[in-house]
């Protein structure tokens, strides 16, 4: 008998089958995700989750019969009362329906399975992508780093490549028929036997002669020579900028309401999500404003309630004094998601225009402005009554396709106009399709 | 009992170290042979994780297998079933291999990796080693080579032919790997080994046998038809045939070879699982009283301590439970009650038999040793013949089982029989018909073809007590057979009392998608 311990086998035997199920499922895991997506918190977004998909997608079908035409026998324990010759109605609970074992619908049932987060958000986000826009000077600014490639005769000692280096050797060493240690081995005990017996020999002479020749040979051919001598060749590779900052804005002025302010965040939330998968590193900045603006922190950001009245451009002016201060867009990717319900001071909004147009976008990557609505009072889109002024002062820079906008008054539209947003190549059909 | 040397208790508490597990193996195995005569194949126990468990759920329990994305399927299903918390995992699995694997998770106590050596290493393997339609069917020391080869094989053909293709064809040949199996024995035993063999040499002697020129010989124009009687074509092509896939592999017109032999590992695969759907009542019975028997002579001897006996109770029980027809939990005879009852009753017909057993079992009744009886049970007989022959009045009387006919044609269920002494019979004979694959699967065989003429395959599924196949899945099952095959195929339900056609399916071939 013998006991293996296979604990320590490498696991994920399964993984190979599960990819391939997932591609096969692909669809309808996708469906399964988006619209999961939109029951469960935003918060929960990045962990893992269980996704039930529509079993009818990934059957095995087999030959069987149906349970449910024909006559069927069954053999059951635990008769109590029935003599032979009884009747026992349909579909009674507990005595006779009990026993008819499974529907003939057994398969259509979801199929439930747990998604790991990596998963989840693979095909979450799949085919979006972050936009290219105008700022290709931005684009361009890469950092370097470096990247193997191949091998080269000099180098720093720390890049020795000692497989390479130990191969030449041994291919110079046999082409150049270095004597071995076993070469000498032999011919030293001889030696050293024939020394013993004492007295000299022509034998002894020409073994020594031989010896020597050797030893001369071994010499001068060096085990390790500075030919043979390999580095590993490092290049430099540009690379483009790991790391990305997000603006955060928001009108906090009495005007929003809660629900206002809870599609804001879920929108924020999945741009924060959406630049984590794509960069290194990404930093968000809070910024929130009535008639004035002021940087804080996230909690203060989405709950305590502030009243004043509506300035928007002390927001821009503030981003633009924390992007002059920290974050330089040479180095920083710059994002930024304005959520208003659109009313601004009358005043105020040819300086917004012109603060966006000159000093914002230029150095944004993107700016998305979100105009959230309340629930109830939905006008119809399109209807120039409805029309914001805030959306108006933002509805020429637009047309430019410098800044993309929407408007959402319920949760469930957040995804799909994210997904608008970041459609792989799709800013420019969006400018056109409204 | 007389302590001898070397005995004591085998482990104290609940943790266990490979040193137990060889200590517990030697105890069980001097009980195993000495007591009960069990003649095993020699064992392999391995010691695996949860998650290894669960990746073993994914390929049927068996340690290598060739990718397809159902498995991932069965992957994730399980494993979110498991997160859940809705199952626990089984305590071991065992493989039909010489020599025999078994598997026993890192979580069980001491005394679970007693109860599952006794169970699987010693219960399982004695049946797979010596029951008539395991040795007829499965070559337990070549499975595990040839699942080898045939994961190669399927790598390669992914590799040669795309992933796409081969997921078609395997997604076909899952679909009729119930209808890929003989049924009757043939002249030749399996061989596995010799298929790896086979292969190569094939493939050998086509490449030395290509010569290109054949290609430009001029034919002679079509050979003057011989026109064969129905009969003799139907002959040539072995028809009827239930074996679907052994079918298409010898007739399909349009396979290539390579999708040939794939059709033919997957049919290999499903004969060696078919004993296994055959026997679950007595494989389950047999290991059940093997544990029972051992772990109680463990505790007799002193080996193993009281709370390790009561711990072992607790889960036999669970095992052997038998919730009743009105119970919510009731979800269908339980193989391992039903086995272990019948075992157990057996082992009292042997011993004291009364009046009703002398009549009921004259060969057995009173014959003393019953381990002899029960192993040439194990031997010879499968669930049904076994029911059929042992089920006996005292344990209808005890499970008190009545027979429940559901006739939609009625409006109301009726009982045809319960335990009484007009029931014994019938009861019997039902239980050992659900029991039966041969009736519980449907009989469906390929009738006929033309392949002369317009090579439409003809099957037939001949309908016992009107019950049709389920309908969606038939549609999708024939469009993959009409896939493999290259041409239209009909499907024929006909009912095997009268005669008549109930329904029919067709499905064509989609072009080009093999």
Known sequence: MNIIDRRLNPGGKSLSNRQRFLRRAKALVQRAVREGSGERSIGDLERSGEVSIPAEGVREPRLRRSTAAGAHDHILPGNKRFIEGDTIERDSDGSGGGSAPGGDEEGQDDFRFVLSREEFLELFLEDLELPELAKRRLATIETHGFRRAGYSTTGSPMNLAVLRTMRNALSRRIAMRRPKGSDFLPLAQEIELLEGQGEPSDRLTSLKEELARLQQRSRRVPYIDPLDLRYRRLVPVPRPIAQAVMFCLMDVSGSMTEHMKDLAKRFFMLLYVFLTRRYQHVEIVFIRHTHQAKEVDEETFFRSPETGGTVVSSALREMQRIVAERYSPEDWNIYAAQASDGDNAPNDNNACSVLLKDSILPICQYFAYLEVGAEEGRAPAGFLGSRTTLWQTYEPLRDQGAIAMRRVTHRREIYPVFRELFRRGGVEKEATSR | ?514
């Open chain 2, 1 to 514: 009992m007389s302590p001898c040397a070397g005995d004591g208790l085998l482990f104290q508490g609940s943790d266990w170290n490979f040193e137990i597990l060889q200590r517990a193996y030697d105890a069980i195995e001097t009980i195993a042979v000495g007591e009960l005569g069990l003649n095993v194949y020699p064992n392999q126990i391995e010691v695996i994780t949860a998650e290894q468990m669960l990746d073993a759920y994914a390929s049927t329990g068996m340690p290598l297998f060739y990718k397809h994305w159902s498995f991932g399927k069965h992957f994730a299903f399980h494993e979110a079933v498991y997160r859940r918390g809705l199952m626990g995992l089984a305590y071991e699995i065992v493989i039909n291999s010489s020599p025999c694997i078994s598997y026993v998770m890192e979580e069980n106590t001491a005394t679970m990796q007693t109860l599952v050596m006794a169970h699987a290493a010693f219960g399982h393997n004695h049946f797979f080693k010596n029951n008539y339609l395991f040795k007829e069917w499965t070559d337990a020391e070549g499975i595990l080579d040839y699942l080898e080869f045939a994961k190669r094989y399927i790598a390669r053909c992914e590799e040669r032919h795309g992933e796409a293709a081969v997921e078609r064809l395997l997604d076909a040949a899952h679909a009729l790997m119930s209808h890929g199996v003989h049924r009757y024995p043939r002249k030749k035993r399996p061989d596995l080994r010799s298929e790896e063999r086979r292969e190569r040499e094939r493939h050998e002697h086509r490449e030395q046998a290509y010569n290109d020129l054949w290609r430009t010989v001029p034919s002679k124009g079509a050979a003057p038809q011989a026109t064969l009687s129905d009969e003799r074509r139907r002959a040539l092509l072995e028809l009827p045939q239930e074996n679907i896939l052994y079918f298409l592999e010898k007739s399909a017109p349009r396979l290539q070879p390579w999708q040939r032999e794939i059709l033919r590992i997957i049919r290999h695969i499903a004969q060696y699982f078919y004993p296994q759907r055959q026997t679950k009542v007595m494989n389950e019975g047999c290991a059940t009283y093997c544990h029972y028997r051992i772990l109680t002579g463990l505790h007799e001897r002193g080996r193993i301590s009281d709370g390790a006996f009561l711990e072992f109770l607790q889960s036999h029980t669970n095992v052997i439970r038998q919730p009743e027809f009105d119970d919510p939990n009731y979800g269908g005879i339980n193989p391992y009650a039903l086995g272990f009852a019948m075992m157990q009753d057996i082992e009292r017909v042997c011993a004291q038999p009364t009046d009703e057993d002398r009549e009921w079992f004259p060969d057995i009744a009173g014959s003393g040793d019953s381990m002899a009886v029960l192993r040439d049970i194990w031997s010879n007989f499968r669930d049904e013949s076994f029911i059929a022959q042992y089920l006996s009045p005292h344990l209808i009387r005890r499970w008190r089982m009545f027979h429940l006919v559901d006739d939609p044609q009625d409006p109301e269920l009726t009982v045809h029989a319960i335990h009484d002494e007009r029931g014994y019979r019938r009861i019997r004979r039902m239980l050992a018909r659900q029991h039966d694959i041969g009736w519980t699967d449907p009989d469906i065989q390929v009738a006929d073809v033309d392949l002369a003429g317009d090579r439409r395959l003809i099957v037939d599924h001949s309908v016992i007590n009107g019950a049709l196949l389920h309908q969606e899945d038939v549609a999708r099952v024939l469009q993959h057979l009409a896939d493999l095959w290259g041409y239209d195929v009909i499907l024929k339900e006909v009912d095997s009392a009268t005669g008549a056609l109930v329904r029919e399916h067709t499905a064509h071939a989609r072009p080009l998608f093999f």
